[in-house]
């Protein structure tokens, strides 16, 4: 029987090896499960993550709190269409453009043109224009050329501020703010951006404010001065605006476009609640 057994020992090695592998096995197993119970775990909470983000988005019909988005502010005002100038001073017209230097610095400029006369009043360049540098330009504007009678813009935070509307308050000018989505009721001052950008803005490459400050004064006397107009008889603003100050102004033309009755009811009601 020893003999027997002998014979079988060099196969022993075998048999460990097949043990040692089906306890690895079993292990290996072991821990197969016990990272399926994790991702199970890990999935529940996920899950019940997303039933909370289900519920804080759930409609207010249910009477769940919700975000809700504020909408773009306007002036509460009517929107009547203005007529078109028929004199200097009568209307102005104001709105932004924007570019960027070499460095790639955005910067803006606000652009102040007279609506009969085609006059670039001032175009101010600089990084941020908020409120007061608004008024800082219809000042100078004002001590330059007169006081005008409306200045005709759009419903941007800018000009709907309130250091503008006192400004205009103090100086008896009306604000007349355009419908939104309509920059054609301001179209003298939008051909007015296209002009500017096509002939200055798209031509220069500026390296610094100062000298976009300067490429753009240079441009706006050549507008002023040298640059014919077709709509102007083929004068210059300077030209058309020194011609028209020894006649007399002519009638405003009215506008084409008719007021809604529901506009004129409620101006007349405004009126008779503040007499």
């Known amino acids: 029987m020893e003999e027997s057994w ?7 090695w075998l048999a460990e090896r097949s043990v040692e592998r089906n306890r690895r096995k079993l292990i290996h197993r072991e821990s197969f499960r016990a ?5 199970s775990e890990i999935q529940a909470v996920l899950q019940s993550i997303a039933e909370k983000k289900c519920l804080l ?7 769940m709190a919700m975000r809700q988005r504020k909408g773009k502010r306007y002036r509460a005002e009517a929107r009547i269409p203005m007529a078109l100038p028929g004199r200097r001073n009568q209307m ?11 460095s790639g610095r955005n910067f803006r400029t606000l652009n102040l043109t007279d609506g009969y006369t085609r006059v670039a009043l001032c175009i101010e360049v600089d990084s941020s224009l908020p409120g007061l540098p608004v008024v800082q330009v219809l000042e100078r504007g004002a001590h330059e050329r007169g006081v005008p009678e409306a200045i005709q813009v759009d419903n941007g935070p800018e000009f709907i501020s309130r250091v503008v509307d006192q400004w205009a308050y103090a100086n008896g000018v009306t604000l007349h703010f355009f419908d939104p989505g309509k920059p054609v009721q301001n179209a003298f001052i939008e051909s007015f951006n296209g002009k500017f950008r096509d002939e200055c803005l798209n031509q220069s490459w500026y390296t610094s404010l100062e000298e976009a400050r300067q490429e753009v004064e ?10 014919p107009h077709n709509s102007l008889g083929y004068l210059t603003p300077e030209e058309y605006a ?7 102004a002519s009638p405003p033309t009215p506008v084409v476009t008719e007021v809604p009755a529901w506009v ?11 007499l």
């Open 57 to 63: 988005t759930t409609p207010l019909s249910l009477s």
């Open 35 to 39: 990272s399926v119970l994790q991702i």
């Open 92 to 102: 102005w017209t104001m709105d932004f453009t924007r570019d960027s230097l070499a």
């Open 242 to 248: 020194a011609k028209v100050a020894a006649r007399p």
């Open 6 to 12: 002998s014979l079988f020992r060099p196969y022993r």
């Open 264 to 274: 004129q009811q409620d101006v007349q009601e405004s009126r008779s609640a503040n």
């Open 218 to 227: 240079t441009w706006r006397v050549d507008y002023n001065t040298v640059r």
